[in-house]
């Protein structure tokens, strides 16, 4: 009777890294509570015994994935920042960064669901848009200073609104199930603040 094969054996490292790529594409599409450790197993192809090898929990799989998703959205900021030495063009740059409105921002499926019975994974969230608010307000404040944009409100002022603009406009999106409120309501702001996206 013929040996049933083996299964083959990952290279050391590339199961974990399947298990945070499959597992943040499973958060952001189904949502942390709908998405089960069996839909993360067959999605990345890793077993059980692989899952608990590098994460405690789902809780500890979901902590790896934001640290992962900031450390990628920290890069971004950086590279712009290393790119451009225009503190307006930041700006610009940033907004032009691509998003898609329906999926939903990938910070925010984890707050809609899990903050309240999770703290702790708020603190990588919380990271993150300190980062970004501290990166928007250095930006606009040399972009004030400079004479590029109006001063008619603080640069603290005008980070936070830009942020609550692109946090409001994933969630009017996902309402509708329509890309355009994502993109439109960049447009106004950045009409609205004299900044270029063309």
Partial sequence: MA??????????GQGRERILSSAADLFLKNGFEATSPQAIYAASGVGQGSFYHHFSSKGDLANAVLERTVEEKIAELN????????????????????????EGCKFGRFMYETSAQKPE???PI???????HHFLRQNFQLAQDQGLISSDFSAEELS???IEQIQGAYIMSRIYQSDDFQVKSIKRL?????????
């Fill in 3 to 12: 040996e049933s094969p083996k299964k083959k054996r990952l290279p050391r």
């Fill in 79 to 102: 590279h712009i920042t290393s790119t451009i030495s225009n503190p307006k063009e930041r700006i610009e740059a940033y907004l032009k960064l691509p998003r898609k409105g329906t």
């Fill in 160 to 162: 936070f609104i830009l």
């Fill in 121 to 123: 994974l708020n603190k």
């Fill in 190 to 198: 950045a009409k609205q603040l004299g900044l270029k996206l063309a």
């Fill in 126 to 132: 919380q990271g993150f848009f300190d980062e970004l």
